[in-house]
């Protein structure tokens, strides 16, 4: 099972971007990455997912190299709001059926 | 359209009492996945279920607890002789078909367990 590395905690202020990197040098051809979001006392929330290059929705970008073996999540012009945890996983049906593997997240804390 | 529902979404429990935690899924999903979140950690994966079936229960502890997931109505998991290490929150998740990370889960808000 690929096991996912990323920063335990980030600072930003309001209105600038925010990178977060996860390494996963063990991906499998099979692996997708997704990323999940969670507030205090809230259920995860899928924020995006990939399998490779560039992906992009209304509420993020997902940066994935040639190798797959790390990926970025940005947020643009975070706000307060976006003070969360966010969780990388990598994984397949192939590989671990239908269990989400969560790592410990990174915690991020955006400031006014 | 209503997403995964969980009750209570606060529990107290004394030591060897029973939990009985509730999961309604998304409208038209069938798969139930339960996961429990001890506090200060990550999320970790205790059964998968599908209507009538426990597809995967590798990360349910071995003794005191159960899951279902009947024909009819919500998928129970069930904490028997409850000890204080089992406070935690425990998230319930649905998708409509089989998912691994391909497919999107969907999550209920918890039910906070606090044994006394």
């Known amino acids: 099972l690929a096991k996912t590395t990323q920063p335990i905690s980030m600072d930003s202020y309001e209105g600038q971007e925010v990178n977060i990197t996860c390494s996963h040098n063990?991906?499998?051809?099979?692996?997708?990455i997704t990323w999940y979001q969670q507030f205090p006392s809230q259920g995860p929330r899928f924020i995006i997912q990939g399998y490779k290059t560039k992906v992009k929705n209304e509420v993020a970008s997902l940066f994935i190299p040639a190798d797959r073996k790390s990926s970025t999540l940005s947020l643009p012009r975070v706000s307060l709001s976006d003070t969360a945890v966010y969780y990388c996983?990598?994984?397949?049906?192939?590989?671990?059926?239908?269990?989400?593997?969560f790592g410990q997240g990174t915690e991020l804390s955006v400031k006014p | 359209n209503a997403g995964v529902m969980q009750n209570p979404r606060h529990l107290v429990r004394r030591r060897g009492q029973e939990a009985r935690l509730r999961c309604s899924p998304m409208?038209?999903?069938?798969?139930v996945y339960w996961y429990r979140q001890l506090p200060e950690e990550g999320l970790k994966f205790m059964v998968y279920l599908q209507k009538e079936n426990i597809i995967d229960e590798s990360g349910m502890p071995k003794e005191r607890f159960s899951a279902e997931f009947p024909k009819e109505g919500p998928s129970i998991l069930r904490i028997q002789q409850v000890v204080r290490g089992d406070s935690a929150a425990y998230f319930c998740a649905s998708s409509p078909s089989a998912s691994g990370s391909e497919e999107t889960q969907y999550f209920g808000p918890g039910t906070r367990l606090l044994v006394l």
């Open positions: 063990n991906i499998a051809t099979n692996d997708y």
């Open positions: 409208k038209g999903h069938s798969h």
């Open positions: 996983l990598v994984g397949s049906i192939y590989n671990q059926g239908g269990k989400l593997i």
